[in-house]
Antibody, heavy 123, light 107 residues
């Protein structure tokens, strides 16, 4: 069965960086894009961007440009999201999610999600 | 960015009631719309894609309709396990954007 398992909770100071991993299994990693979505405490869902494990192409939300990097390791079927220069308003649960359609770029809904990783930014 | 306006933000209904949520897009997104259910402390779960297609395994009491800018999500007969927050999301244009959510509670 398809599974996305994320790394554990993180506590970071303002200005630091965080790197969250998303280890996948149960499907052919290369052919489905992965997106990252975050949710601040008590708030709604916020799309952060997308990566193609096939060729490494990415598309990031404008407001995160310059602070975010998404990568994949096809040898371990793992996706990563690194966010730099953390601020208090980056405190959120971060989810990885697999696109429903293979090879669709980022124009698709998400039918498999990781369990979420809480990142807390506090001095 | 495409704005997704979801309403109501919360509602209370009785078991067995028909529940309807609307989602309005700020521009034409054709039928590139999905609906998710999220329970507290859990990841979102895909219910419907392409505005009206039911994800395999999702009960048939969930349905969706609409195209262009106006969309509707319906639970035909509310069940206890449907208590959750529901989100629409457009995937027509990047950045992909979500509605603000509708919290469904029991009256």
């Amino acid at each position: 069965q398809v599974q996305l398992v994320q790394s554990g909770a993180e506590l970071k100071k303002p200005g630091a960086s965080v790197k969250v991993s998303c280890k996948t299994s149960g499907y052919t990693f290369n052919i489905y894009g992965i997106s990252w979505v975050r949710q601040a405490p008590g708030q709604g869902l916020d799309w952060m961007g997308w990566i193609s494990p096939y060729n490494g192409n990415t598309n990031y939300a404008h407001k995160l440009q310059g602070r975010i990097t998404m990568t994949t390791d096809t040898s371990t079927s793992t996706a990563y999201m690194e966010l730099r220069s953390l601020r208090s308003d980056d405190t959120a649960v971060y989810y990885c999610a697999r696109l429903r359609l293979p090879g669709s770029g980022y124009y698709s809904s998400y039918n498999y999600w990781g369990q979420g990783t809480l990142v807390t930014v506090s001095s | 960015d495409i704005q997704m306006t979801q309403s109501p933000s919360s509602l209370s209904a009785s078991m067995g009631d028909r529940v309807t949520i609307t989602c309005q897009a700020s521009q034409d997104i054709k039928n590139d719309l999905t609906w998710y259910q999220q329970k507290p402390g859990k990841a979102p779960k895909l219910l419907l894609y392409d505005a009206s297609s039911l994800e395999p395994g999702v009960p048939s009491r969930f349905s969706g309709s609409g195209s262009g800018t106006h969309f509707t999500f319906t639970i035909s007969s509310l069940q206890p396990e449907d208590i959750a927050t529901y989100y629409c999301q457009q995937y027509n244009t990047v950045p992909l954007t979500f509605g603000g959510g509708t919290k469904v509670q029991i009256k």
